[in-house]
């Protein structure tokens, strides 16, 4: 059996993201006074009384509104509680009881579920203020008094969610998922694709770019394996982010990024490469993550004689230093090559978990040199002793070596390529770190050579 699931609902700007982070106890969700910042659910997984809970935050509902984008959040937030073995409703106290908290109630004892209601914003210890008891009148029993700011009452409000958790039963962990982020431009597709993937509308999708702020994971199963799918909120200039929502969904996509094993860069084929993709494929590369290019909108081009490899030569002649990267061309919208995405999440990531034995890693060196000669300067020769595997993920290689002055860029290239060549290593960058060994002393010291994009 999963773990329990806890949807946490109210309307918009009574403290869901900030009780979120508190239950949580790290910045998870974005918290900002602007209505509405929250506009895709957001999952963490968090324990009390030995019990390991999801909860799910959601953007903020209202009942009655002709604004696309609170009609998508409130769609997301029935999703939510349809999900969720428990509901969390909040309200606050210094707004008092309003006719859509009143709305809400009614929803959510329609839905059957157990409902835990909690007035946020209590900011002092004692006795509840008067005002706080006019939240009885919603029918949904014992209320709750917090304070999601200075973490009052979470304690009793977690003590009460744990008693609506389903009995505990045992269930398989499956460490074996693999964890993709779909990263980009705003607007390049990626919440479409999320959803094409998953086979739901799980993110917002709207032609307005930037509508997700969120990094949004989704665990999925198929007939490739297991899969978390993380959509992220759309990486944009520093230049263009204008203000503390939007630099805070920066660093979520960065830390999407961190913890993925696969990063998917969708590339919108309309608009073309930019500088900003660029940049983007930076990110996944630096951070040593297995990556595929998905060019994106493809149903939208015509098509002549020759125009994928036309337009994939070009793709790889702009972003040179990941040449390692696979291209394919999909169609979120149609569903156009999804499951060869699928086939290529699978590979590079078995990809950047390769190791080879040291036996293997010295044969090819010995081949290596032998066909091109290692670089000399002024009579002094680069001499490579022996090389090792140290890490995978990406796999990272040390060579040992006289002189680590004499190693040129150019051979190291070369080395790398013949890596490439022999034994696959397609979607991953690949480390290559650099051991003088000192002749006195036989130790040496580490030099991390990669490639940098330009």
């Keep these: 059996m999963s773990a329990p699931v806890v949807a946490i609902i109210g309307r918009p700007n009574v403290g869901k993201s900030s009780l979120f982070n508190a239950l949580y106890g790290e910045r998870v969700s974005i918290v900002d006074d602007m209505p509405g910042v929250t506009r895709d659910r957001v999952y963490a997984r968090a324990n009390w009384r030995e019990r390991e809970f999801v909860m799910i935050d959601t953007g903020g509902i209202e009942p009655n509104t002709d604004d696309e984008i609170l009609k998508s959040m409130r769609e997301q937030a029935k999703v939510a509680i349809d999900t969720a073995d428990v ?50 009148n919603l029918g949904l029993g014992e209320v709750f008094p917090i304070s999601a700011a200075h973490r009052l009452g979470i304690g009793e409000l977690l003590d ?52 997700t702020r969120d990094a949004i994971d989704s665990e999925i199963m198929n007939d490739f394996g297991s899969f978390t799918i993380i959509d992220t909120a759309g990486l944009r200039k520093k230049g263009r982010i204008d203000s503390s929502v939007e630099k805070y969904s920066m660093l979520r996509s960065m830390a999407a990024i961190e913890r993925a094993d696969v990063c998917v860069i969708l590339i919108d084929v309309v608009e073309g490469v930019t500088e900003q993709d660029t940049k983007i494929a930076g990110f996944a590369h630096n951070a040593g993550k297995a990556s595929i290019f998905a060019v994106n909108k493809w149903d939208l081009i015509e098509k002549e004689t020759g125009t994928l490899e036309v337009m994939r030569k070009m793709l790889l002649e702009r972003f040179s230093f990941m040449d390692y990267a696979p291209v394919v061309f999909i169609s979120a919208k149609t569903g156009q090559r999804v499951g060869t995405l699928f086939e290529k999440i699978v590979q590079v990531q078995a990809q950047s978990r390769r190791r080879l034995s040291t036996g293997m890693l010295n044969d090819l060196i010995a081949e290596a040199v032998a066909m091109v000669p290692t670089p000399q300067d002024k009579g002094k020769r680069l001499r490579i002793y022996y090389a090792t595997q140290v890490a995978i993920a990406p796999p990272q290689f040390v060579l040992f070596i006289n002189d680590k002055e004499l190693m ?47």
Excluded: W
């Excluded at 007035?119 to 009885?136: C, I, L, R, S, T």
């Excluded at 690949?430 to 060994?437: A, H, N, P, Q």
């Design 87 to 136: 509901i969390l409703f909040i309200c606050d106290l210094k707004s008092g009881l309003v006719p859509a908290d009143e709305e809400i109630a009614v929803m959510l004892r329609k839905s059957g579920r157990p409902v835990v209601l909690c007035v946020n914003k209590v900011d002092q210890v004692g006795e509840p203020p008067a005002q706080m008891y006019e939240f009885y």
């Design 160 to 211: 009460e969610l744990f008693e609506h958790f389903p009995e505990q039963t045992e269930r398989a962990e499956d460490d074996e998922k693999i964890r993709v982020a779909l990263i980009g431009k705003p607007n390049a597709g990626k919440s479409s694709l999320s959803n094409r993937m998953i086979g739901q509308d799980r993110s917002i999708v709207s032609d307005i770019p930037g509508t």
């Design 408 to 454: 040129h860029f150019s051979y190291m290239r070369y080395l790398e390529n013949q890596l490439r060549k022999n034994f696959g290593f397609e979607g991953t960058p690949i480390r290559l770190l650099l051991r003088e060994k000192n002749k006195d002393t036989g130790k040496g010291r580490y030099s991390n050579a990669r490639n940098q994009p330009s």
